[in-house]
């Protein structure tokens, strides 16, 4: 769920963003902070979302269940990406390195909305360009291979971001496939 569809479903069940602040406060059992938390309170027990104590009533419960549901698919910048189709690619279990090699729904689709917003790749080209790059490492039994949320982006250490899949989807645009010919090897006996 993108910022606007957030602000638009809090407005949409007559909600401003403090009051679903609190909401979630007292969900996650923390104090609110920077707000007037008896005003926000008192307009929340008037419109039926907490008891008298500032217990979550069963709407308020329900409406923050459906908050958190992760959205696996999204859109980002008028293109649309399918997690499910991308995670397909990778390979199930874990990797040499002993980390899995599918991440979580959400991380992947946290790293598509970055992405997204970063780089203009077609989602066939970055399909393709995760095939390829999938391909090239199972030969070598997936030594060395970053995981679906690391392909997508990795923080460097010094603070900056680092996509492999935006390398590989200019790999794909360039009609590169996989066979270097000017690359030789010589076998030794």
Known sequence: MDM???????????????????????????KPKHINNSLELRQLQNEQWVDEEYKLLA????FLDNMSKEVPNGKVNNKT????EYLDVFPRGKLPSG??????????????????KNYDYKWETIIEATKMYVDEYETKNYLYMRNSQYFIRKNNVDKTWDSELANYCELVLTGYTGE??????????
């Open 4 to 30: 606007l569809q957030f602000f638009e479903h809090i407005e949409d069940n007559n909600l401003t963003p403090n009051q679903y602040y609190v909401l979630w406060s007292i969900h996650m059992k923390r």
């Open 59 to 62: 709407k308020a419960s329900d």
């Open 81 to 84: 990406f399918d997690v499910e």
């Open 99 to 116: 980390k899995p090699a599918r991440v979580n729904k959400k991380t992947v689709a946290d790293g598509f909305t970055w992405f997204l």
């Open 180 to 189: 270097d010919s000017n690359h030789f090897s010589e076998k030794v006996v």
